[in-house]
């Protein structure tokens, strides 16, 4: 739950999300974001957007984070901040905000923009209609799932 992170947890959640930010990579827009979640376990797992030339191809730092969560197995999230230089805080997009609701639903959303400017919010008020897998189990073709191959 978010209530367990302090404000010094935040700023330094904050303070390790623009320390990555400059190892974004973000050719292109020169939009630099860096990303860290931090795990109940205390650990901070980073992330950066990654652009290509091929623009659909390039991802946003917060799901980038989000792999590097998965793939250390630590996978209970309690914030992730989020830094760029915008002039005001930029929150997740939608697709990022999906992905953080099936990382936590309780995870807080720390925005931090030039100057350090501040928005917060729990992923379910960023995105409150979020998919959660309704209908991919029982939906049209289920019962076909495990026919195939
Ligand atoms: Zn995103």
Redesign the pocket.
Known sequence: MSTILDQAGKDALVAAAREVQARAYAPYSKFLVGAAILTRSGRVHLGVNVENASYPVGA?A??MAIGAVYAAGDGDAIAVAIATDAPTPVM??G??AQALYELSPEILVIASARGDQRREAVVREVLPYAYQGEGLLTGPGADKAGDAA
């Open positions: 946003c917060e799901r997740c997009c697709m990022c």
